[in-house]
């Protein structure tokens, strides 16, 4: 139940930028509690105050999606927080997603791809981040699930905006709005909440390049 909950938190925070913060933070502790079950060494490795990136070695391709949820809730809550807290997380989050998409990269549509490559455009190169992975990284992500539009409004809303590439983020929210949402029924609602936030950073455009 924890798995389906964190989810659910993290579409929240999606859709409520006034909730995000409490949002993805109930989204990253119930991943975690789902951790702890599907992975024990995770929960003692934790415990004995490992960095996340020793712990989620102990993670197996069962708690995949877990993992992914806790690396995503804890990118979410980092952002919420400022840039301090963006680059402490930064290494956590990294190791998290990047194991993750090393066990089950098209749990929630390529989404620990699409997440990985939205955290590495928001962190500065001089952090671990940078263009040319996060390209990599979202492009992976649309490949493997192409009727996804979050994939593409996060590269536009990170990638395109950090190239300053106003071309690339006209093209990816186009595409987006164009979407019959009938394609895709079993995402529905994400793609529904994708082509809302793709008008939102159209309607900012101007202040963003």
Known sequence: ?????????????????????????????????ALRRLAPGFAAAVDRGDPVARAAGEVGRDGAEALYLWGQGAAGLARQRGFGALLAAGPSVAAALSRAAELDERVDRGGPRRALGSWLAALPSAAGGGAGRARREFARARALAPEDLLCRVREA???AVLLQDPALFDRLLAEVLAFDLRRAPEAAAENALAQRQARELLARRDRLF
């Open 1 to 33: 139940a924890e798995v389906p909950l964190s989810r659910a938190e993290a579409l929240r925070a999606m859709a409520d930028p006034a909730a995000a913060e409490a949002a993805w933070l109930a989204s990253m502790r119930a991943a975690e509690r």
């Open 157 to 159: 809303e990170s990638l």
